[in-house]
């Protein structure tokens, strides 16, 4: 089994939060954070005993976090929603239900259009992308399914040409598209035993944007290859820990015209029944 040096263990008993790093103190939020979530998830379908106890560690570590940076940091939000759901829970105010089976209203030959005529862009016109547009594209890529529903897949949309121009993969330079976006795994919060873990979930938030892009008309192409991880590309991006890895990038523009589809293999192919 490989080894994830990166995890930071969800046991987090004696630790002195006013030593503690500012990523590690981050991190601890994330998790305790995600186990309380996945606790009130729980709720819905099975008799849950909330526990002031559990919610304490993470109120130490907003009150921590609250001191050391800025209330609105965009990376506390998330977690300060939990804790405020779980002060519900504890008060009795909080329910949580699933609801029922949900049946799409697509026309099947417009679902099949969706996922079939998606092409890998490459020609690219001048037009703009709003930034409007392009916030509920990546949007989409947060109801990706990640592994233990960690969401622990970030991304830095870049539209500066200087830092496009350092982005350069192989043939794909800083003069395709209107943005390239970054996708980025975060292996803090993946053991040991889910090490291949990050790049299924920014493989699968991936598709959804993709996906998104195509609904609204945007062009993208796909790159995911040694190089985008390189020291030249992180540094572009500002990355400067090492337990992030950058694990593809999408050039997104508007376009004019869609590439042929390749020949694809048969569902017969490609099945195997057991």
Not at 25 to 49: C, F, G, N, T
Request: aromatic share 10%; with cysteine.
């Amino acid at each position: 089994m490989m080894v994830n040096k990166h995890f930071i263990s969800w046991s987090l008993e004696n630790v002195d939060l006013m030593t503690v790093q500012d990523d590690v103190l981050m991190a601890h939020i994330r998790i305790i954070a995600h186990w309380l979530d996945k606790e009130m998830q729980y709720s819905a379908s099975m008799p849950v005993r909330f526990s002031a106890d559990r919610l304490a560690p993470l109120t130490a570590r907003l009150e921590a976090a609250n001191k050391r940076f800025d209330h609105q940091r965009r990376d506390l939000q998330w977690a300060n929603q939990i804790h405020k759901a779980y002060q519900k829970a504890l008060s009795n105010e909080f329910s949580l239900s699933g609801s029922p089976k949900i049946n799409i209203k697509i026309d099947e030959t417009e679902f099949d259009k969706l996922l079939t005529t998606r092409r890998s862009v490459r020609l690219f016109n001048n037009e703009a992308i709003s930034d409007d547009l392009l916030k509920k594209i990546i949007g989409y890529g947060l109801w990706a399914p990640s592994n233990c529903n960690v969401q622990a897949v970030r991304y830095v949309l870049v539209k500066d040409p200087q830092i496009r121009k350092k982005l350069e993969i192989n043939s794909f330079t800083a003069d395709m598209g209107y943005c390239t976006l970054a996708i980025i795994a975060d292996y803090r919060f993946y053991p040991d035993g889910d090490i291949d873990s990050p790049i299924h979930d920014c493989a699968a938030a991936i598709q959804n944007i993709l996906l998104a892009c195509h609904y609204y008309g945007v062009g993208a192409c796909y790159i995911s290859d040694t190089g985008v991880n390189t020291d030249k590309c992180r540094e572009a991006l500002g990355i400067n820990c090492d337990f992030e890895k950058v694990t593809a990038f999408l050039w997104m523009g508007q376009y004019d015209k869609a590439p042929a589809a390749p020949l694809r293999r048969n569902p017969e192919e490609a099945l195997e029944w057991k």
